[in-house]
């Protein structure tokens, strides 16, 4: 069997076939390392991007506002564009995009995904409300996944076991529905359910169908009402200390955007049940240079009780599968206030920052635990802090610091300089205390939640000659409590290069990572060394007649108490006409243990993103195909199947699959009218 899957590979190799052209999501996943999945919500950052994507910029009529949504944009590059329109615009054509000194490459390889040139034209006033219901869009969206097997969970749904089912009390087929009206970008109103496979459906706790729920609608440019949203919505501010329910970005990315972080509001779409408010937040300008957005929430959230009431832990993977999941859900109320004032004028913005929540259970982790002795407790919690920066023509500085109510300390600061497009530098300093809290807080770090790290961050971006881009970072982190696995103070190094060449329809791109960390012994008396090192090496061509081939080597290699090595080779193929458009992937993977899994990007339909990680020996294939069957239906489909070579069944527990091989099919329906 092996030797079929190997010969399957190159057959691939020496297919031809046709191509679309780069999604965004192909674009955007080079930035992310495979690591940078399981530190940041990626889920929470793909929808957010596919939000932008679905109602691009016009680069005509918008204003620095807007561009500062853009999260691949630095400091720099955000008042170079804002400066060019102003004084040289309107823009004729995107290729104009050129002209603005610090954009580099991969800025502009995103931008036509999320920006446009529009007609000039006036249209600053808010619009008419007859105008906006009779020329507004709609958009139905259904998603659904049909899994051609059985796990554990599925076989034992309905036998019981002391009067409790033992097995998940829904089907096994997880779905959406979701439903947008927009009028370009002044009003926004939409629905989604969404189910997980496994969860009840119009049963249960789930009387209302789906399992969850998101619903907002948003209205931005109304006067000095710059944006406002009822519903469920995501907030950020300052570097993100205190607010930032959005996404963090993983240490690769930062060098795109050279540390900039931006107040953000703007609603909650997606899937996932973590990290959001419900209630209200508006942004009010008061003056030019001043702005108030002001927020209320309350929403039931998911924790894990102690035997007497208290809340160990609010969990957010947002499963309700079985009686036990169920049992959390919404079993505690969480309320929480706040607002953030905002001051720029010209290069110089500084603002301030202050969340009160108060939650209806007390918040008692288990502090025996020695890792876990400064978690958040109580039930009232307050952050405040105050952000800061000033951007030149050439170099930009920016921080927050923040204190909890405790009185605990955390700050960050970042300071790059960008001479030219070829050339960028930034370094990022942070310190969060061990005893600093917040249950909103997101930033950068080993870490996605600022508490217990300290470290500095020097990132490079160089285009030595015009075919060659190079990038790389060097972080490192000391943590003065103890972690999981490390039951005292450790150190964490990490560096990363990349390097891509371009010639002609070839693009050749070499990345490699290094990961030095400390962790507790078998005994748990001294710390040893968990070192990790990842490759990837990666060859596509574009042909001008419209296909591509992209072929890919990975290789990962760890060291902590037992080594363990993998690798994967891939190939992707694509191909795109008027409309329909189809793509293919294959790949063969052999690692040691799960300690050397290895990730692949797939093309997944919109909404839905899938960054599946594979350990063992095995074959992973993918066929994705999209038909426009009109300009106002499209259809797309993709079928996903894994084959394990070295074991009889996948997973453990309930998600276990009684055999070697599992295949799964993703069908999408879209709707505009």
Request: hydrophobic share 35%; with cysteine; aromatic share 14%.
């Amino acid at each position: 069997m092996k030797r079929y899957a190997v010969m399957l590979l190159l057959l691939c190799c020496l297919c031809a076939a046709a191509q679309e052209q780069q999604t965004w999501e192909q674009v955007w996943q080079e930035v992310m390392s495979p690591e940078d999945l399981e530190e940041t919500d990626w889920d929470d950052c793909l929808e957010r991007m596919q939000q932008l994507a679905d109602c691009p910029i016009d680069l005509n009529r918008c204003r620095r506002e807007d561009l500062e949504q853009l999260p691949f944009l630095s400091e720099q590059q955000v008042e170079d564009l804002t400066e060019y329109l102003d004084r040289y615009g309107p823009m004729r054509s995107m290729q104009e995009l050129r002209m603005v000194a610090s954009m580099d490459y991969r800025q502009l390889a995103l931008m036509p995904f999320f920006t446009f040139v529009g007609e000039v034209r006036d249209d600053s006033l808010f619009p008419r409300w007859n105008t906006i219901t009779r020329y507004g869009k709609h958009q139905l969206t259904a998603t659904g996944r049909v899994p051609f097997y059985n796990r554990k969970g599925d076989d034992s749904e309905g036998s019981v076991n002391g009067g409790l089912p033992t097995g998940y009390l829904g089907y096994k087929y997880r779905h959406s529905l979701r439903y947008e009206f927009t009028y370009g970008h002044f009003v926004k109103a939409g629905i989604m359910g969404a189910q997980d496979a496994g969860e009840p459906f119009f049963a249960n706790k789930n009387g209302w169908g789906y399992d969850t729920y998101s619903y907002y609608i948003q209205i931005r440019n109304l006067g000095p009402l710059e944006n406002a949203i009822i519903g469920k919505y995501k907030l950020s501010a300052g570097m993100g200390l205190v607010l930032n329910t959005s996404f963090s970005l993983g240490k690769m990315a930062t060098l795109q955007n050279l540390g900039r972080h931006t107040n953000t509001l703007r609603v909650h779409s997606s899937r996932s049940e973590a990290d959001y408010f419900q209630g209200a937040a508006a942004t009010i300008r008061l003056l030019k240079p001043l702005t108030l957005t002001a927020f209320a929430s309350m929403r039931a959230v998911d924790a894990t009780l102690n035997d007497d009431g208290t809340a160990a832990t609010i969990t957010t993977d947002g499963y309700h599968r079985t009686p036990k999941e169920i049992e959390k859900k919404y079993n505690t109320r969480q309320t929480a206030v706040g607002t953030t004032i905002g001051y720029r004028l010209g290069g110089l913005h500084l603002g301030a920052n202050a969340v009160y929540t108060h939650l209806d259970r007390q918040l008692k982790p288990n502090t025996s635990i020695l890792y876990r002795r400064h978690y958040a407790q109580g039930n009232k919690f307050v952050n405040v802090s105050m952000d800061y920066g000033y951007t030149h023509y050439r170099f930009a500085i920016g921080g927050e610091t923040a204190i909890n109510g405790h009185g605990a300390l955390a700050t960050v600061n970042t300071a790059s300089y960008q001479p030219s497009a070829q050339f960028s530098i930034m370094a990022l300093q942070r310190f969060y205390s061990f005893r600093y809290t917040s249950l909103h807080a997101h930033s950068f770090g080993d870490n996605s939640r600022p508490q217990n790290e300290s470290g500095a961050y020097v990132g490079v971006t160089w285009q030595p000659i015009s075919h060659l881009h190079l990038q790389g970072y060097a972080d490192y982190a000391y943590f003065a409590w103890a972690r999981y696995q490390t039951s005292q103070s450790s150190r964490a190094w990490d560096f990363l290069v990349q390097g891509d060449y371009s010639i002609s329809h070839w693009t050749l791109r070499a990345r490699h990572r290094i990961r030095l960390r400390q962790k507790d012994n078998a005994d748990k008396t001294a710390l040893i060394p968990d070192d990790e090192h990842r490759s990837r090496l990666s060859l596509a061509y574009d042909h001008p007649a419209g296909w591509t081939l992209k072929m890919q080597g990975d290789y990962v290699q760890t060291a902590y108490k037992k080594d363990s090595k993998g690798w994967m080779v891939s190939e992707q193929v694509q191909y795109q006409h008027s409309r329909w458009q189809a793509s293919m992937l294959a790949g063969y993977f052999k690692t040691d243990d799960y300690d050397s899994r290895l990730y692949i990007y797939e093309r997944q339909m919109q909404h839905e993103f899938f960054f599946p990680c594979f350990y063992g020996n095995g074959l992973r294939l993918a066929l994705f195909a999209r038909a426009d069957i009109n300009s106002h239906l499209r259809l797309s489909a993709k079928l996903g199947y894994t084959n394990y070579f070295d074991r009889t069944t996948i997973g453990t527990n309930l998600q276990e699959i009684p055999q070697s091989h599992a295949t799964d099919l993703d069908l999408q329906l879209r709707w505009k009218f």
